[in-house]
């Protein structure tokens, strides 16, 4: 079995962003600016803005968030606002949100729109266009890449249908010319088609719920989960039963979520490029 570690990649996507950003702020005067907006007292939400301010700051991007609490009017008219404000070029709207907001992702402008989640980002991604791709699933394309993992005419599963994650990763998969099956709570038989998958992308949000006798000893094993349980951060496949059997899996943590850190960070510095018309 092949651990199919992320910190060398994103410590590589790291490296390379520091230099770019470096280079626009001598070309342009400026720097890439993010606002994090989040409605509410949610703690994980919270530690995330944390995490997200370290890595900007180690990259030079400028970093601003603002909490709301019991003000949605508020809420909205800053994020109007930053939509507006030349100087803001990237824009993350922490979730989860209260019903009564759950529209408000649809007001973020998509040229500042990070995380991919507008329908306008994912109706350009679906129909093959440019555009800034949600960052976890392009994460797992980046591992696939640079483990040199074949993708074209291999039969991938994906176990999870969010917006976020197992959506448009199976639309780029399909891109990559793999035949991709689509896995969730409904799925008749989820063994026999893990079973039968050359790819793996768990992405379901259930500790531990794929376990290694499911899979077969050919298997690449992407594993998107971040489950915190008991303190200890666990992922979508159970890691120990796993590696016994396929042929590389991603580890939690060091896997998914360390590249998913750097690929956001790199939409930071394109939703920059492209707003200043930079190539």
Not at 84 to 107: F, G, H, N, Y
Not at 140 to 156: N, S
Request: charged share 25%.
């Amino acid at each position: 079995m092949k651990e199919l570690s992320g910190k060398k990649l994103a410590a590589e996507i790291k490296a390379a962003l520091i230099k770019e950003v470096k280079k626009l702020k001598a070309q342009t005067g400026a720097a890439p600016h993010l606002i994090v907006l989040q409605y509410g007292e949610d703690a994980a939400s919270k530690a995330y803005a944390g995490r997200i301010e370290k890595n900007c700051e180690a990259i030079g991007i400028e970093f601003e968030y603002q909490q709301f609490i019991d003000q949605p009017e508020k809420f909205k008219a800053r994020l109007k606002e930053a939509n507006e404000d030349d100087q803001i070029t990237s824009i993350m709207v922490q979730q989860p949100l209260p019903a009564e907001l759950k529209d408000s992702l649809e007001m973020i402008n998509p040229q500042k729109d990070i995380e991919g989640i507008t329908s306008a980002s994912l109706g350009k991604l679906f129909v093959g266009l440019e555009t800034l791709n949600p960052a976890t699933a392009e994460a797992c394309m980046e591992i696939l890449d640079y483990y040199d993992i074949p993708i074209k005419g291999q039969r991938a599963v994906v176990v999870g249908r969010s917006n976020i994650v197992g959506k448009p990763v199976s639309i780029l998969l399909q891109q990559k010319h793999a035949t991709v099956t689509m896995c969730h709570s409904r799925t008749r038989d989820l063994e026999w088609e893990l079973k039968n998958a050359d790819i793996v992308v768990a992405a379901v949000g259930r500790a531990e719920m794929i376990k290694g006798e499911m899979l077969n000893k050919d298997s690449i094993v992407i594993d998107v989960g971040t489950n915190f349980i008991e303190g200890k951060l666990l992922g979508d496949v159970d890691y120990d039963s796993a590696a016994e059997k396929v042929k590389a899996i991603t580890p939690v943590p060091g896997g998914v979520g360390t590249v998913t850190n750097q690929v956001l960070m790199r939409n930071i510095v394109k939703s920059f490029k492209n707003l200043h018309k930079i190539k």
